[in-house]
């Protein structure tokens, strides 16, 4: 173990378009009538055919923009130029939004699809009656461009390679001869106005899409592209060995100039991720690839001019199928900031790790006083929430909301996630850069004056305010990392204030926030369970041995779990002010693993590990919950938290594995 690694244990060593250009729907051209009554959290819902499955989907990403792109190699979600900008396709929340797709003409169903080995290049493999074909598609990342003028997005430090602002798919057929069709119905600001097509040339090799108010598109092909409403399309039958690409360029940079530049930007693209996966630090484990996959979907989410992380690619896939419970997670929640940092230091990704302690030093430096539980990517304070009435909503569950009216809640998480952010960068490099310090004393005396006030809690209920244990339980961290920090800072007299206060807090909490059994509630003066709780041994609240800590985890192990995953709390018991069921949060299931392991549950934290880890996606990827039943992804796709939460759970296991190893007898000639 480094010092590195020592000095996070200390922390959290187990955390955590019509002339107007408008578009107007033909009749019939809504998705199909869908199941009205939201489905019991015991039955599995199906969809009505028309959308596939949300962990279906794959994700790209160019760490500027991304996509995801349906088993039927249709582009069905894209924000340009950044990931929360309105969308270009969105077909994902409706079939009349918009795609874009490149396969064989008269099939849908792929043979194989996978990413390239240690990228996120994805490849599908097609197989008709006549051939076989592999199409290739990438966010391209390309050598740094702005060589003459700096960057107008970028704060944080270049590196070599940046966005060329591509999506770029490459189609070969292997065997016998394939017909090949190109569709792209681009359909801006979420759908709402439609695409005029242009030639720019005098061949067929080049159309643009325009929209008054949007990007410009640039299509350019090897194929003949013709136009077709507000639809471009090429077609043609490829023979063995033949290759084509199509690009979609969405900057004034262009796109490749023919197929051998566009096979080279794809080999490139696959280069960078697989030399930035190479930099990490993975334990030689059969789970090994879930840590892989995890630390590309957060690379992926990140947004590199500024070192943000968002907490999903998408808004409004459905918590509870058919339901009301879609949200906008486009954007960067500070509570997050805690988990990633201790996943991607603990991963070795310390630049990325830096990246967004930058970004989240720079939204607090301005306000010190007045810190949001979530910020733009950008760093923007106004997210003001909104309806898009017009699309259906994935499967028809709507509404279909963009912005995130949480972001003025009143959530006291938010201090001690900031604080323990600080004190794991702090250690990390074992100093106190000045510059935090009066940043360290804002929060912590913010977290000082209101502790003792109810809010919302972890999980942004829009229910009335309430003391809820777990905010008070952070509020305790914020004034614990102030503590360290201000002893770091060699300031004994303002470590001996802010101690006592943490004291009072702890107190507090065990006199109020336990039942009598001896478990943490959820809110104080109640005896509901929450699985925010099972953060208590994480945080290090109390330690794992303390019969406290062990009460809770049980409970929750036991009472607060649906055919053995968790749920974030029972809604017939929280007043979080929506109607419906809910599916269990996979973060929670993670973090009950991590707590397992930490009371000594260690063969029941690898068994959860094991089932959940089945859980995923094909290509490794995980949404914010899932069916208990069915196993069905729900929720925004692909979620930060959840890999975030899933690098602590399997290093825990993992860890444990090693402890165990390390006591016992182990045969120089095999594997213990």
């Known amino acids: 173990m480094t010092d590195t690694d020592a000095a996070l244990d200390v922390s959290l060593d187990a955390v955590t378009t019509s002339a107007d250009g408008e578009v107007h729907r033909l009749e019939g051209a809504t998705v199909a009538d869908g ?11 199906h969809t009505n055919g028309n959308f596939p499955g949300i962990g279906d989907y794959a994700f790209l990403s160019d760490c500027e923009a991304n996509c995801l792109i349906a088993p039927s190699g249709a582009v069905e979600w894209m924000c340009v130029p950044r990931p929360d900008s309105p969308s270009v396709f969105t077909a994902l929340l409706d079939r009349a939004g918009g795609s874009f797709r490149v396969a064989p003409f008269g ?15 994805l490849e599908t493999t097609w197989q008709t009656p006549t051939g076989w074909l592999v199409v290739r598609d990438a966010l391209i990342m390309a050598e740094w461009h702005n060589t003459d003028e700096r960057s107008k997005t970028h704060r ?13 798919r490459t189609i070969k057929c292997v065997y016998g001869n394939v017909d090949l069709q190109m569709t792209c119905e681009p359909v801006f600001d979420y759908a709402r106005k439609g695409a005029k097509w242009t030639y720019p040339r005098k061949d067929y090799s080049e159309v643009v899409a ?33 290759v084509h690409y199509v690009s979609l360029a969405f900057s004034d940079l262009p796109g490749p100039a023919d197929t051998a530049e566009a096979e080279d930007w794809m080999w490139r693209t696959g280069e960078y991720w697989r030399q930035w996966l190479s930099q990490g630090t993975f334990p030689d484990h059969p789970w090994r690839a879930y840590l892989q996959s995890s630390a590309l979907a957060l690379k992926g989410l990140s947004y590199a001019p500024t070192g943000a992380l968002l907490a999903a690619a998408t808004t409004s896939l459905p918590e509870t199928p058919g339901g009301e419970r879609n949200w906008d997670y486009r954007y960067t929640w500070i509570r997050d900031s805690t988990f990633a940092l201790w996943g991607l230091y603990t991963l070795g990704f310390d630049r990325e790790a830096n990246d967004f302690f930058y970004f989240i ?44 009216g949480a972001y003025n809640q009143q959530q006291h998480d938010v201090w001690g996630a900031l604080l323990d952010s600080i004190y794991l960068h702090t250690r990390s490099r074992e100093q106190m850069p000045e510059e935090l310090w009066p940043i360290v004393i804002a929060q912590v005396e913010q977290a000082a004056a209101h502790w003792r006030a109810p809010d919302r809690g972890i999980w942004e209920v829009w229910g009335e305010p309430r003391h809820f244990t777990a905010s008070k339980i952070m509020c305790w961290v914020a004034l614990d990392r102030g503590v360290r920090l201000a002893t770091l800072h060699d300031s004994p007299e303002i470590a001996a204030k802010w101690q006592k206060i943490a004291d009072e807090i702890h107190a507090d909490i065990l006199a109020n ?35 406290r800590i062990r009460a809770t985890v049980l409970a929750i192990a036991d009472e607060l779990t649906h055919d053995g995953l968790v749920l974030r709390y029972r809604v017939e018991e929280t007043d979080d002010g929506l109607a419906g069921e809910e599916g269990t949060f996979t973060i929670c299931s993670f973090w009950l693993v991590s707590a397992l392991v930490e009371i000594g549950e260690e063969e029941r934290a690898h068994s959860l590990c094991e089932r959940l880890l089945s859980h995923a ?19 925004n796709f692909p979620q930060a938290f959840t890999h975030l939460a899933l690098i602590n759970a399997v290093t825990h296991v993992i860890r444990a594995e090693e402890r165990r190893r390390s006591h016992g007898f182990a045969p120089a000639n095999r594997q213990a």
């Not at 008054?212 to 592209?225: A, D, E, F, M, Y």
């Open 35 to 45: 199941i009205d009554a939201v489905a019991p959290l015991h039955e599995v819902h």
């Open 617 to 635: 996606s094909t290509l490794g990827l995980y949404a914010e919950e899932l069916d208990p039943v069915s196993g069905r992804h729900l929720g």
């Open 210 to 242: 325009t929209a008054k108010g949007q990007p410009t598109l640039r299509l350019t092909s090897s194929l003949r592209i013709g136009l077709e409403g507000r639809t471009a399309l090429a077609r043609t039958k490829m023979q063995r060995d033949e």
């Open 107 to 121: 099939v849908a169903v792929p043979a194989a699809r996978r990413y390239l080995p240690g990228t996120l290049v």
């Open 361 to 404: 030093h720079d939204v607090c430096r301005d306000n010190p006083n007045d810190l949001q539980i979530m910020y733009g990517v950008g760093g923007e304070r106004h997210l003001e929430e909104g309806t898009l009435d017009h699309l259906t909503g994935y499967d028809d569950a709507r509404p279909v909301r963009i912005g995130n």
């Open 513 to 547: 926030g336990v039942d009598d059994r001896g478990a943490l509630v959820q809110r104080y003066g109640d005896t509901a369970l929450d699985a925010s709780l099972l953060l208590a041994p994480l945080v290090r609240f109390l330690p794992p041995d303390d019969p």
């Open 156 to 168: 944080r430090s270049p590196t070599d390679y940046d966005a060329a602002h591509v999506l770029l």
